[in-house]
């Protein structure tokens, strides 16, 4: 039995705003917040906030611009959230819009219709209610008349976490294809009136075809490995218990936040040990692995982690690799930002056709939780 990815789609919103766009909107927001603090700021009783540059943005992530749901309100100085507006339960929810587009791209790539699908999974980082499942609303947006769906959450994971479900659904006879998508609107959990972490995240929405074939083209899933380890690094404190404590409504942890640099000390040594760990288990050298299509977080992590991957002897040409066209490591992340769970789906959707039968390629995504996802995939014919 040969599991594949057979199809990948990609949702891309309507709006993009640069590093310089960006930069603007913070720091007339942070001279319209210090002037309306300016006693308290002088007292010492708070801390004034920082303006930034799109030189210290790129220079920080390698993050050139981002997509997005809503410009004109993230941009707002005095707003700084998109703007998005419920809809009422008889529309199709944004996330559900969105899964379907990308959904839609998938099946063409993948040469088959929505009932030929029998499970949908939605792998993400932020579902945009409890219930029903966006999963079950794709479910029925796409005109499916059998299977089942279901939400899952491992936060930046997700979508490497979601194709070892698929996988395993396959294996347990409970699904033949499967249907993943990562609809990431993370605006809408972005903090923008901090200089730390207002440049960090995009909008998108990426899906896979996984299914049980030994005669469609594409990428026969080898093996998954998943990997937990509880931090605070990363969190959002955003939930359905925060009505019952007034006090907190509101506050700016219940929005993303993060140490960055105790992350990038953390985790990056873990994903390079799993990694290597993960490719050896499977008989193979990390120096056979033709690309590593990683979590699109931080250009210089991903620079890090490829360094540590190839050994000392690699790490000049790995750097240059990944400051001259990426072949080994694609970065998209100065396009997209950081989109969460699709970052390493969108790296893999754009830079995957190159491979020749036999490549063998590792999808990895990391992130809050601490939760580490590699995926070995290998082109077949």
Not at 88 to 104: G, H
Request: with cysteine; aromatic share 8%; glycine share 8%.
């Amino acid at each position: 039995m040969s599991i594949r990815i057979t199809g990948t789609g990609l949702y891309i919103p309507p709006f993009s705003i640069s590093n310089e766009e960006l930069a603007t909107s913070l720091n007339t927001h942070v001279e319209l917040y210090n002037a309306e603090h300016a006693a308290e700021i002088a007292a010492g009783t708070i801390a004034a906030k920082l303006s930034t540059s799109a030189e210290f943005i790129e220079k920080a992530s390698g993050v050139k611009a981002r997509y997005v749901m809503n410009k004109e309100g993230v941009l707002d100085p005095r707003r700084l959230a998109p703007i998005i507006p419920e809809r009422p339960d008889d529309e199709i929810s944004i996330q559900a819009e969105i899964a379907v587009v990308a959904a839609n791209e998938a099946l063409k790539a993948a040469n088959l219709t929505a009932n030929d699908i029998d499970m949908v999974l939605v792998a993400c980082s932020n579902m945009q209610r409890a219930y029903p499942a966006i999963a079950i609303e794709v479910q029925g947006a796409l005109g499916m008349t059998h299977g089942f769906g279901f939400d899952m959450n491992v936060a930046c994971s997700a979508a490497t976490f979601g194709l070892e479900q698929a996988a395993n659904a396959i294996k347990a006879g409970s699904a033949k294809r499967v249907l993943m998508v990562n609809p990431e609107i993370t605006s809408g959990h972005n903090n923008f009136s901090t200089r730390d972490s207002h440049f960090i995240f995009g909008d998108v929405c990426t899906a896979v075809i996984v299914e049980e074939t030994d005669s469609k083209p594409g990428f026969e899933i080898i093996s998954t490995k998943l990997f937990t380890q509880f931090s605070n690094a990363i969190r959002n404190n955003f939930g359905f218990l925060n009505r019952g404590d007034e006090s907190g409504i509101g506050q700016p942890d219940k929005l993303f936040r993060q140490d960055g640099r105790r992350v990038f000390r953390e985790v990056s040594p873990l994903v390079a040990q799993m990694i290597t760990d993960h490719v050896a288990a499977n008989g193979l050298n990390v120096h056979q692995v033709r690309r590593f299509w990683l979590h699109q977080a931080n250009g210089t992590m991903n620079k890090f982690i490829l360094k540590m991957i190839l050994g000392k002897e690699s790490a000049a040409e790995a750097t240059e690799d990944i400051e001259h066209g990426a072949d080994l490591a694609p970065i998209i992340l100065d396009e997209f930002a950081n989109t969460s769970s699709a970052g390493s789906i969108i790296a893999f959707h754009r830079n995957s056709q190159d491979f020749a039968i036999g490549d063998v390629g590792v999808i990895c995504s990391f992130g809050a939780g601490y939760s580490i996802g590699s995926v070995i995939v290998k082109k077949v014919n």
